[in-house]
């Protein structure tokens, strides 16, 4: 692994950390940890082991049981562990006590989410909404947080905001974040002003989970290199394309993709990016039919478009990667006319729960992509009829 002078560093070992309680079972809790073990990679560490437990809440304290703690240390010590992390959100006390316990630095899903942020961020906005989440996260912690910061350099968890050492003065943190509120509200008034000056063209976006191949749906609807990879978060800053099928223009949006357990202050901090949602007229919901927890995954997004405003409006559902679906379930034995029963059970039931607005594709094999762009074509085509009615081509 390679830092940003090209040195070669030490990948860090990471630990997860994740409870089992009455709303959720084992089962639900391995596939949170396959999803926190992909977010680590993502931000350059191994997950080399898991701890889970059974728990009624969590210990106000140190968030897992006392017994659990000294299991993990005694780990830790063994296995050169670098980083603890814990799947759910942790207070500064108990970051605090579980570090003065394990004498490992711990982090919570939130920080490592808001870590890859920082890494990912290229523009001066997306670097400024995830300034200023950091700050908005850490602000209630800094009893805990910045001592353990201090003495913890380097590594996951310790991008901190900015480059110089870290303030210790609630007023300081509060003022960067008056100041950061200042400058993102100017750059979303400068966003604002050249979203009017695209026209009147009907604008179309992509949302979903992370990794679902939005960006890859997205290069091949366009016929335009978009940065697509197989890691969480790959895209940050919204790319609008514009994009015409048989003489009629739209604008196509990729968005960042949303995730379980979304920071609050990250969603918030993402609202002028978020606005290309909002302003949409026409939603692309893309799903990762492969995912075990795809049902889930649709939950999240229909979930976060609900706190952003945008839930109501067109959306065609575009069930992705019913090649990797397919592999998954069927086996070599199963008999031809079993699998195209399977296939027209799951294509009619998702027809009914979206009001016929479901499509299922595979974008990396190009599979059902012409028929998608005939349905795009028509919603685009509709929508068109019905705000310039007396319009009888487009101007593009």
């Known amino acids: 692994m390679l830092d940003k002078k090209n040195k070669i560093v030490k990948e860090e070992r990471a630990v997860l950390v994740g409870m089992v309680h009455k709303d959720q079972t084992e089962p639900q809790e391995q596939e949170y940890l396959d999803e926190l073990a992909f977010l680590a990679e993502t931000a350059g560490a191994i997950a080399v082991k898991r701890f889970t437990q059974k728990l009624s809440h969590p210990d106000s304290k140190t968030f897992i049981g006392k017994g659990k703690l000294e299991e993990i240390k005694k780990y830790c010590q063994e296995k050169y562990i670098n980083v603890l992390i814990f799947d759910d959100e942790l207070s500064g006390a108990q970051i605090n006590n579980i570090e003065k316990a394990t004498e490992v630095k711990t982090i919570d899903r939130s920080d490592l989410i808001l870590d890859i942020f920082a890494r990912r961020a290229k523009t001066a906005q997306a670097k400024a909404q995830v300034e200023l989440a950091q700050y908005q996260y850490i602000l209630p912690r ?53 979203r009017k000056d695209r026209g009147e063209f009907i604008r179309v976006a992509l949302v979903g989970y992370t990794n679902v191949g939005k960006s890859t749906l997205m290069t091949l609807l366009s016929k335009s290199d978009v940065f697509a990879e197989n890691k969480l978060f790959a895209t940050l800053d919204t790319t609008t394309r514009k994009v015409v099928f048989e003489n009629t223009p739209f604008l196509l949006s990729d968005t960042v993709g949303f995730i379980r357990k979304l920071p609050h202050h990250l969603v918030e901090s993402f609202k002028s990016t978020l606005d290309e949602v909002r302003e949409a007229d026409i939603l692309l919901h893309v799903v990762d039919i492969s995912h075990p927890l795809y049902e889930e995954q649709i939950g999240v997004v229909n979930k976060t478009l609900q706190e952003i405003k945008a839930f109501d409006k067109p959306t065609l559902t575009i069930f992705n990667k019913m090649d990797l679906y397919e592999k998954n379930i069927f086996d070599e034995w199963l008999d031809e006319s079993v699998k195209k029963d399977i296939l027209e059970d799951l294509h009619e039931r998702w027809k009914r729960e979206t009001d016929g607005n479901a499509i299922f594709i595979s974008a990396t094999e190009k599979r059902n992509i012409d028929q998608l762009r005939k349905t795009i074509l028509e919603k685009v085509s509709e929508l068109y009829k019905v705000r310039y009615p007396y319009k009888t081509k487009f101007l593009y």
Not at 150 to 177: C, S
Not at 185 to 190: M, T, V
């Open 142 to 194: 800094l009893r805990g947080m910045w001592k353990h910061l201090e003495r913890l350099g380097g590594g996951i968890g310790t991008r901190g905001p900015g480059e110089t050492e870290i303030e210790t003065d609630r007023r300081i943190v509060r003022d960067k974040i008056t100041l950061l509120r200042k400058r993102l509200a100017e750059i979303d008034k400068q966003a604002f002003t050249q």
